[in-house]
C-alpha cells in the first residue's frame, strides 16, 4: 500500500505554533501591553513567513527569534551601569533590526512611528533606573543573558526587503543631522550634550549617546523635528 508523505502543516498551524512558543517566552518576561500584543500580533507574522518560505534553518528565523528575545532583554531592569551600557551599545542593533521586520510587514509609517516612540519612552526609563540601580539588585527574569543579545553583529534581518513606500511618505528631510553630529537638548532643568550614534535605514528613527555611552536617547523623527522647532534641541558646530 502506497504511503503518503506527511501533509506540511498549513500557515494557519504555523501561526499558531509560532504564537504558542511566543506566549511561553513572554509568560515571565513582565513586557509592557503593547510590546507584548506587538510580538504575538506582529513578530508572530513575520516569524511564520520565514518559516513557510525558508524553514527553521535559515539565518532570517535564528534572526527572527533574536531579535524578539533581545527586544524582551532591553526593557527588563537593569542591574547598574555595566548591563546599562550593554543596552545603549546594543541599541542601534535591536532598532534597526525591529525596523527591517516591521518594513517586511509592511506595517503603516504611522503604525511604526507610534511604536518605536514608545520603545524609545520605554529604554529611556530602562536606561535610567539602571544607571541609578545597584550592581547586586535582583536582575531581570529573562531566559537570555546579556552576552547572547550582543553576539550577532548583524544589523538587519537578512535578505528581507521591505515594500516600496509612496515618496509621499519619505518626509525626513530636516533637521539636516549626519551621523557623529552633537546635538544639545533642553528639558526637565537640566541639559544634554550627546552624539548622534545611529540612523534607522528609514530615516525614522534617531538614537543619541554620550561620549561615555552612560546617558542616551532615541526618538522618532517627528519628536525630533519638534524639540528643534520649540527650541529644546540645537546642533552645536563641528569643531
Not at 506566549?23 to 501591553?33: C, D, F, I, R
Not at 520605554?122 to 529573562?142: S, Y
Not at 549617546?209 to 522618532?220: I, V
Request: with cysteine.
Amino acid at each position: 500500500m502506497l504511503t503518503m508523505p506527511p501533509k506540511p502543516p498549513s500557515t494557519r498551524e504555523v501561526f499558531v505554533r509560532i504564537q504558542d512558543e511566543m506566549a511561553s517566552q513572554l509568560t515571565k518576561s513582565g513586557a509592557p501591553e503593547e510590546v507584548h500584543d506587538f510580538l504575538m500580533r506582529d513578530w508572530v507574522r513575520l516569524l511564520a513567513s520565514i518559516f513557510v518560505a525558508k524553514g527553521n534553518q535559515h539565518g532570517d528565523w535564528k534572526a527572527g527569534w533574536e531579535t524578539a528575545h533581545a527586544l524582551l532583554w532591553s526593557l527588563a531592569p537593569k542591574q547598574g551601569r555595566e548591563e546599562t551600557g550593554t543596552l545603549i551599545r546594543m541599541l542601534p542593533s535591536l532598532l534597526s533590526r525591529l525596523h527591517a521586520g516591521c518594513a517586511a510587514l509592511g506595517m503603516e509609517l504611522s503604525e511604526r512611528d507610534a511604536l518605536f516612540e514608545r520603545l524609545a519612552m520605554l529604554h529611556a526609563a530602562v536606561a535610567r533606573e539602571g544607571l541609578q540601580a545597584e550592581p547586586d539588585e535582583e536582575g531581570p527574569i529573562t531566559r537570555l543573558r546579556a552576552e547572547d543579545v550582543t553576539e550577532a553583529e548583524d544589523s538587519d534581518l537578512r535578505n528581507l526587503t521591505a515594500p516600496d513606500l509612496p515618496a509621499t511618505d519619505r518626509r525626513y528631510a530636516s533637521p539636516e543631522l549626519k551621523l557623529g553630529d552633537q546635538v544639545v537638548f533642553q528639558g526637565e532643568g537640566r541639559e544634554r550634550r550627546l552624539i548622534l550614534t545611529w540612523i534607522s535605514p528609514m530615516g525614522g528613527m534617531y538614537m543619541f549617546a554620550n561620549a561615555q555611552g552612560r546617558d542616551a536617547l532615541t526618538l522618532t523623527h517627528a519628536r525630533l523635528l519638534a524639540k528643534f522647532q520649540a527650541g529644546d534641541a540645537s546642533r552645536l558646530p563641528a569643531p
